[in-house]
C-alpha cells in the first residue's frame, strides 16, 4: 500500500536518508528499527511531508504522495504520532483528539464516530477526556497521540518510537492497545519505529532494520 523508493532526504544540508526503499502492506504490522539517528524519524517525518524529499518516490495506494502537503496527508487516510506527542497544553484530551478532524472539516457525525471509535479501542482516554493535555504524564501523554492519530489514520497510522521513556507497566499497557487496534482494524496498515521492539513481538508482520539512513535488512517472522 505505502512505497517508498529509493528515498533521500536532507536535513541542515547533510543526507540522512540513502536511498531507503520501504514497502508497508494494508492490514500489516512493519516495525522500522535502529540506533537513534539512524533514520526513522526521519523516515516518518518524509512520509508526513515534515521533510521535503530530496530524491526518489513515496506512494499510498499508487497516488504519489510527493507533492502533497502533511494536512492533505492526512485527509487521505494517514495518521502520525510523534515522539514527543505535540499535545496542545491548555485544550482538553477530547479536544486534542479532534483537533485533526476538525482540521479536515469532517462533518459533525462523522466526527462524532471516529471518535467513539477511538474511545472504544483506548477506553482510558474516555475516562480523562476532560483533563487538560498539560497535566497528562507522558504515558498517558503518549496514548492521546495515538487516539489522536487514530481519528484520520483511517489507512495508515505512523507511531514513533511510542514506548520511549514509559515505564514498563505503562509500555506493556500501551503495547495492549495497540494490539487491540491490529485485532478491530484488522485493514489497517501500522509503521512503527522501535528501538527495542521486544513489546510488539506478537503483532509484527515485518521488521525492517534501518542504519545511516540505509536499509540493511528486511524480514518477516517465521509462523
Not at 504515558?139 to 505512523?158: C, E, F, H
Not at 495492549?176 to 510488539?200: K, V
Amino acid at each position: 500500500m505505502l512505497v517508498l523508493r529509493s528515498v533521500k532526504a536532507r536535513l541542515g544540508g547533510v543526507l540522512v536518508l540513502r536511498d531507503v526503499d520501504l514497502a508497508v502492506e494494508a492490514g500489516r504490522t512493519t516495525v522500522l528499527v535502529g540506533r537513534n539517528g539512524a533514520g526513522k524519524t526521519t523516515t516518518l517525518r518524509v512520509i508526513m511531508g515534515l521533510v521535503p524529499l530530496a530524491a526518489g518516490r513515496v506512494a499510498m495506494a499508487g497516488t504519489d504522495l510527493g507533492a502533497l502537503p502533511s494536512h492533505a496527508r492526512a485527509a487521505a487516510g494517514i495518521g502520525y504520532a510523534p515522539e514527543d506527542r505535540r499535545l496542545i497544553p491548555a485544550f482538553s484530551v477530547e479536544d486534542n483528539l479532534l483537533l485533526p478532524a476538525l482540521a479536515l472539516r469532517l462533518p459533525s457525525a462523522e466526527r462524532r464516530a471516529r471518535l467513539d471509535q477511538v474511545y472504544d479501542l483506548l477506553p482510558e482516554l474516555k475516562a480523562m477526556r476532560g483533563r487538560a493535555g498539560g497535566h497528562l504524564s507522558g504515558g498517558q501523554g503518549k496514548m492521546v497521540a495515538l487516539g489522536r492519530a487514530l481519528m484520520v489514520g483511517t489507512r495508515l497510522v505512523l507511531l514513533d518510537e511510542p514506548f520511549q521513556g514509559l515505564a514498563p507497566a505503562l509500555a506493556l499497557a500501551y503495547a495492549e492497545a495497540i494490539g487491540r487496534i491490529r485485532s478491530r482494524m484488522p485493514e489497517l496498515a501500522l509503521l512503527i519505529t522501535e528501538s527495542s521492539p521486544h513489546l510488539l513481538d506478537r503483532i509484527v508482520d515485518r521488521t525492517v532494520q534501518i542504519e545511516r539512513g540505509e536499509i540493511v535488512r528486511d524480514t518477516v517472522p517465521a509462523a
